[in-house]
């Protein structure tokens, strides 16, 4: 099982960038993949999560702003982030939980957001 996110860049205030996490080693519409992001010396937070139904579900901080959305038949899951601010800067990492609960996470990719 693997999960390579990639996509990061450095952008400035109010531009937008598309994460993209693509999974291989388990079929992708049976289970819930989210994407969290961390600051350097900081918990990794919860930033957005698509179930296997499509359900999807964001962070206050993100809402409005972020969209997670999936193309199955490319196994890729993507974060579309839009008017970006400087807070969201950190690495951005995908994750993968099954049905039976097992956990998967992937290389983190790093977003720059200048004011």
């Known amino acids: 099982v693997q999960l390579q996110a990639s996509g990061g860049g450095s952008v400035q205030a109010g531009g937008s960038l598309r994460l993209s996490c693509e999974a291989s080693g388990f079929t992708f519409s049976d289970v819930a993949i989210g994407w969290y992001r961390q600051d350097p010396g900081k918990q990794r937070d919860w930033v957005a999560t698509?179930?296997?139904?499509?359900?999807?579900n964001y962070a206050d901080s993100v809402k409005g702003r972020f969209t997670i959305s999936t193309d199955n038949a490319k196994n890729t899951v993507y974060l579309q982030m839009n008017r970006l601010k400087p807070e969201d800067t950190a690495v951005y990492y995908c994750?993968?939980?099954?049905?039976?609960?097992?956990?998967?996470w992937g290389k983190g990719t790093q977003v720059t957001v200048s004011s």
């Open positions: 698509v179930t296997p139904g499509g359900t999807t």
């Open positions: 994750n993968a939980v099954t049905s039976s609960l097992m956990t998967y």
